[in-house]
């Protein structure tokens, strides 16, 4: 049971860490495409989010190989559920580009 729950932690990390990450690439082109220096804004972000979300994987997983699969499927479910939210947004305010990649 303790196993249990110490996973169920780790999922919802993950997708702590996932939303983190993903959400704040979102709001990054976001405001770095209106940007006067966009590289800026995508570099920075790059080190932030990635210097919140290494750190938070070592710390779930504590050297157990488990925990790590756990936080990383958070992490994608995450991915998953932004990229959904920003599309749906997007497709309201009339953002996507029919038949694009967006």
Same mark, same amino acid.
Do not use: H, N
């Given at each position: 049971?303790?196993? !249990? ?13 996932? !939303?983190?990450?993903?959400?704040? +690439? ?11 220096? @966009?590289? $800026? ?13 290494? @750190? ?19 992490? +994608? +479910? ?6 959904? $939210? !920003? ?8 953002? $996507?580009? @029919?038949?694009?990649?967006?």
């Amino acid at each position: 049971m303790r196993e !249990t729950l110490v996973l169920l932690f780790a999922l919802v990390a993950g997708i702590f860490l996932g !939303t983190i990450f993903f959400g704040g +690439l979102w709001w990054t082109v976001r405001r770095g495409v209106v940007s006067t220096q @966009p590289a $800026l804004w995508f570099v920075g972000s790059m080190f932030l989010r990635t210097a919140i979300v290494v @750190p938070g994987f070592y710390y779930v997983m504590q050297g157990d190989w488990r925990r790590l699969v756990a936080c990383l499927a958070g992490f +994608l +479910l995450a991915r998953i559920s932004v990229v959904r $939210l !920003t599309r749906s947004e997007m497709s309201k305010s009339g953002q $996507l580009i @029919p038949g694009g990649s967006a």
